[in-house]
């Protein structure tokens, strides 16, 4: 499992590096309504795909590898694992001048956008920390069938910001 403390000590570790992270998924939903509501298996992290080679060697140095086999693969995202069996899930971001972005999905030119407003701040842990807004977090929980774990973000997200989700 991924705990608060592990999230806050690489969040801190890439920003000291200089990497800019954004933080989503679960861990993202968990910061935006600022309390840890569920256990996490790993850590998506959004990064600027000019700083890619940057991120990858300090994580590295930390203890990270890269895991092969992972689908998706890249260009759309990759995943690093340490020893304890952390998993980064990193999602490589190319930022347009107006502060929004696109993330590469394929290699046809599909796209996921990003507009600028989506990238905001939550709390984990009495941290705040760069993560991904709640509109964005409903957009990409659509067009697969929930899992439980889905049920319970979305729910938390309509609870504290009193959204419209599409279950």
Same mark, same amino acid.
Do not use: K, N
């Given at each position: 499992?991924?705990e ?6 690489v $969040?801190?570790? *890439?920003r ?7 933080i ?16 996490h ?9 000019e ?19 992972? $689908?998706?693969?890249r =260009? ?10 952390? &998993? *980064?899930?990193?999602h =490589?971001?190319?930022f347009? =001048?107006?502060? $929004? ?6 290699? &046809?030119?599909?796209?996921?956008s ?8 939550g ?8 993560? *991904? $807004?709640a ?15 889905d ?7 309509? &609870?504290a ?5 599409h279950?």
């Open positions: 499992m991924f608060a403390g592990e999230v806050l000590r $969040s801190a570790l *890439l000291d590096a200089g990497c800019e992270v954004w989503g998924g679960g861990w993202g939903i968990d910061a935006l309504v600022g309390r840890i509501t569920r256990e298996r790993d850590l998506d992290l959004l990064h600027r795909v700083q890619e080679p940057l991120l990858i060697g300090t994580l590295e140095a930390a203890g990270f590898v890269e895991r092969p086999g992972v $689908s998706p693969g =260009p759309a995202r990759f995943v690093m694992t340490d020893r304890d069996g952390h &998993d *980064l899930d990193l =490589p971001l190319l347009a =001048p107006d502060g $929004s972005a696109v993330q590469r999905i394929d290699t &046809d030119g599909g796209t996921l990003y507009p600028a407003d989506c990238f905001v701040t709390v984990i842990d009495g941290v705040r920390v760069p993560c *991904l $807004s509109g964005r977090q409903v957009h990409f929980h659509q067009g697969y069938e929930p899992g439980d774990q049920r319970h973000d979305m729910a938390l997200l309509r &609870d910001f009193g959204i419209t989700t279950f």
